[in-house]
């Protein structure tokens, strides 16, 4: 059971924005995105240095870095491993918004603002993103029932509150050990292969009854296996959602083990970072209670000054991070 919950679906039938009206215009939209997004994610068995990665405090800062990397073209078929505690599948009433910011130009920032924790994942889906996977560490009875609470549940119904039944869609959720076997379906154009992959980790998930942070390592190094096999793009990003976790020393360890562990991978190119620099006016139930208590959220937002100093040794090495 996760320790603390956040908002994970829809509040009413008539928030739904109903199915995909006009996919072919979606596509259109998603086409002018490829001409002006200039900056194409590399195969992660390239040279080193050169696989995308963000470092953020928040998870929907994922959503336009998603965006900004590689092949956004309808055909492309992305595909989605978000490891995590939550499933961040709830509707977002700003879907299209975020879509016409994105194409308009490359207006990244627009379409970041429309971007919440619970939410940041629809608007992605189903142009350019066709696959999600949530390795979500839920506890399940044989036969792959879910055991009491409903998530695993919501998060298949995801793409009905959608609407995009009449879109082809993938999403399933595995246990971490499922990934060894496990393969995406053939892109959309029916040649085989695989276009952008986009491995989301928010650190919350070592926050959960099943996984710790002494389980990083072995989590990353099965997610690295994988992606290593994929015969495409490949793009990573971790956030911390300190707001999640029971601690700032909690939170500092996640991050700590993190860090050790790219810095031991010259595959990466040095990441891009939110992590201090960026806050949200997240509107989460998780947030609205803390505001509703009289407690500012935590977050690590303009916290850079309190990092530990082994942490900012690792970010050194990492990115040549300022002192």
Avoid at 43 to 65: K, T
Avoid at 66 to 95: C, K, Q, W, Y
Avoid at 159 to 187: C, E, I, R, Y
């Amino acid at each position: 059971m996760v320790r603390d919950k956040r908002e994970l679906t829809a509040k009413t039938p008539e928030a739904v924005l109903g199915k995909y009206k006009g996919c072919l215009i979606t596509a259109l939209c998603w086409a002018v995105l490829v001409c002006v997004n200039a900056a194409p994610a590399i195969a992660q068995e390239s040279q080193a240095g050169s696989i995308p990665l963000l470092i953020s405090d928040h998870h929907a800062d994922h959503g336009v870095f998603f965006l900004r990397h590689g092949d956004m073209s309808p055909m492309n078929n992305a595909a989605m491993i978000l490891v995590d505690a939550h499933s961040d599948t709830a509707l977002n009433e700003n879907r299209d918004r975020v879509l016409a910011a994105a194409a308009a130009a490359g207006d990244f920032d627009t379409a970041d603002t429309l971007l919440h924790n619970h939410n940041w994942i629809q608007p992605l889906a189903p142009f350019p993103l066709g696959s999600l996977v949530w390795v979500s560490g839920l506890a399940f009875f044989p036969g792959g029932i879910e055991l009491p609470g409903g998530s695993l549940r919501s998060f298949l119904h995801s793409p009905v509150q959608w609407g995009s039944g009449d879109v082809p869609f993938f999403v399933q959720s595995l246990h971490l050990n499922g990934l060894k076997d496990f393969t995406f379906p053939a892109d959309r154009a029916g040649s085989g292969g695989q276009g952008l992959l986009f491995i989301s980790i928010d650190l919350d998930f070592f926050y959960i009854d099943t996984y710790t942070q002494a389980d990083i390592p072995s989590v990353f190094d099965a997610l690295f296996e994988y992606a290593s096999r994929w015969n495409g793009e490949v793009i990573w990003a971790v956030c911390l959602s300190r707001a999640w976790l029971p601690s700032d020393s909690y939170a500092w360890e996640l991050l700590r083990q993190s860090l050790l562990w790219f810095s031991g991978k010259p595959e990466f190119a040095p990441p891009e970072l939110t992590l201090f620099t960026k806050y949200r006016d997240d509107q989460s139930m998780m947030f609205r209670e803390f505001h509703k208590r009289g407690i500012e959220p935590p977050v690590f937002f303009g916290r850079e000054h309190e990092m530990p100093d082994d942490i900012r040794e690792l970010f050194n090495v990492l990115l040549e991070y300022p002192d």
